[in-house]
């Protein structure tokens, strides 16, 4: 098949850590990698965030990432993409009607889904979206602080109306697209996310602090993944705070913009340093910085487990991640997380923002190596069953044959398309060339 996919602040070619760079690059290049392994051909359209960055830039046989122009070459956060989106539609319509080589566009966020409606709408391309996160979801956990535009609560109900299918990456995930969305549940296909069970493997705990440099007679405990705080990386501090000195617990936290922790770029670190400085365990807490390569399978290996207490998380690719290195992991029971995480086989869930429930399940674990070696063991054997990326590719890839099938049935039996929600989003001028592009499709 020849596949486009949507992914407008997400790059494949992004190193995992940074700000607003997280699971769903990831999930973009390993499905882009693996469909591209399977033969089919693959590209990823994402916005240009750097001047020397090229047009195109090839991957591998079959996988190519199109940089599209949209807004200034330079970071922009995601809350404030939506006003680009135009722009960037333009762009990718323009791209797809030089090549008319696509089947079906798979769309990421709802930023994507919107450009992916107006390539549906044009060529009559079936659409499937991945939504990696909800916004009335956000909005139930984050209240005030989430500072999206109103109109993703818009787009995503149109979104959901128009797509031809629409991904759930957990249970939970599909309860939120049918109660808060009023999806229909056929319409709605399972898939999760993935790990890479080659990159992501066992290379044993003595050998790995020994190349980390890590000490041997600590209980280390990880936590790895954007520095935001959703990720109640504060939580996990006070957990930690908790232990018993005897037990020599260490904290390290691995992730940032840069290899060396920088409160100036991470603000979180120098909040959460505050934190621990307010514990009394200012001496526990290590800030490594971003990693990636093979450094990260060797962080895991390391750890006597993997901690992970979010407010909320649509899914959750880190805790995959520590299971295929066979590290216990204890996360909340939130979202995608009570999913990947078999409570009491391959890890432990707990309460989110509870930091005396985790404490007393990484004192079990730091009591019991045994039993948290045992916990490791069932999480990998779960991973390699569940949860490759090559098994993602093929379910998704199912999907993508079905929608396809799908439209090729008589006009009478298609959806209505319908218009497109309209941005409202800046004042003037501005606002009435974005309002002429959302509603003149």
């Known amino acids: 098949m020849r596949i486009a996919m949507i992914s407008e602040h997400a790059s494949p070619l992004a190193q995992p850590g940074g700000v607003d760079c997280g699971g769903q690059n990831v999930y973009v290049a390993q499905v882009g990698r693996c469909l591209a392994q399977a033969g089919h051909q693959v590209d990823v359209f994402t916005r240009r965030d750097a001047p020397a960055q090229r047009?195109?830039?090839?991957?591998?046989?079959?996988?190519?990432?199109?940089?599209?122009?949209?807004?200034?070459?330079s970071f922009v956060a995601k809350e404030r993409l939506l006003e680009h989106m135009p722009q960037f539609a333009r762009q990718a319509e323009r791209a797809v009607a030089a090549s008319r080589r696509y089947d079906v566009i798979h769309a990421n966020f709802f930023m994507s889904g919107w450009v992916g409606m107006r390539l549906q709408r044009r060529f009559g391309l079936p659409l499937v979206t991945t939504f990696h996160?909800?916004?009335?979801?956000?909005?139930?956990?984050?209240?005030?602080?989430?500072?999206?535009?109103?109109?993703?609560?818009?787009?995503?109900d149109r979104l959901v109306q128009r797509s031809d299918a629409v991904i759930a990456e957990c249970p939970?995930?599909?309860?939120?697209?049918?109660?808060?969305?009023?999806a229909s549940p056929?319409?709605?296909?399972?898939?999760?996310?993935?790990?890479?069970?080659?990159?992501?493997?066992?290379?044993?705990?003595?050998?790995?602090?020994?190349?980390?440099?890590?000490?041997?007679?600590?209980?280390?405990?990880?936590?790895?993944?954007?520095?935001?705080?959703?990720?109640?990386?504060?939580?996990?501090?006070?957990?930690?705070?908790?232990l018993d000195a005897a037990l020599r617990p260490r904290l390290y936290v691995v992730g940032g913009s840069g290899p060396c922790p920088d409160e100036q770029r991470d603000p979180e670190i120098a909040r959460?340093?505050?934190?621990?400085?307010?514990?009394?365990?200012?001496?526990?807490?290590?800030?490594?910085?971003?990693?990636?390569?093979d450094d990260l399978a060797r962080w895991y290996s390391a750890a006597d487990v993997f901690v992970t207490t979010p407010w909320y998380e649509p899914f959750g690719i880190t805790p995959l991640e520590a299971?295929?290195?066979?590290?216990?992991?204890?996360?909340?029971?939130?979202?995608?997380?009570?999913?990947?995480?078999?409570?009491?086989?391959?890890?432990?869930?707990?309460?989110?923002?509870?930091?005396?429930?985790?404490?007393?399940r990484l004192d079990l674990l730091a009591r019991r190596p045994l039993h948290a070696r045992t916990l490791g063991a069932a999480g990998l054997?779960?991973?390699?069953?569940?949860?490759?990326?090559?098994?993602?590719a093929s379910e998704l890839l199912e999907v993508f044959r079905w929608v396809r099938l799908a439209r090729r049935r008589p006009a009478d039996a298609q959806p209505r398309l319908g218009t497109l929600p309209s941005l409202h989003l800046v004042p003037g001028a501005a606002f009435e060339r974005v309002h002429a592009l959302g509603s003149s499709t």
């Open 55 to 73: 047009p195109v830039v090839d991957l591998r046989p079959g996988l190519r990432v199109l940089h599209v122009d949209a807004g200034p070459a």
């Open 186 to 242: 056929g319409q709605i296909h399972s898939v999760p996310c993935g790990v890479d069970t080659e990159r992501f493997r066992p290379l044993g705990k003595g050998a790995s602090r020994a190349a980390l440099g890590l000490p041997n007679d600590a209980f280390i405990v990880l936590q790895l993944g954007r520095l935001v705080a959703r990720k109640g990386i504060d939580n996990v501090i006070r957990a930690v705070a908790r």
């Open 323 to 360: 299971m295929a290195c066979a590290t216990p992991v204890v996360g909340s029971r939130v979202g995608g997380i009570q999913h990947s995480v078999v409570d009491g086989r391959t890890g432990y869930l707990v309460p989110p923002k509870d930091d005396a429930a985790l404490a007393e």
């Open 381 to 392: 054997k779960r991973v390699r069953a569940n949860f490759t990326w090559e098994q993602v």
């Open 272 to 293: 959460l340093r505050g934190v621990a400085a307010e514990c009394g365990a200012g001496d526990r807490v290590h800030f490594v910085g971003a990693r990636g390569g």
């Open 172 to 182: 939970q995930d599909k309860k939120d697209l049918v109660e808060l969305y009023r």
């Open 133 to 156: 996160a909800l916004g009335r979801v956000r909005r139930l956990h984050q209240g005030g602080s989430d500072v999206f535009p109103e109109d993703r609560l818009a787009i995503e």
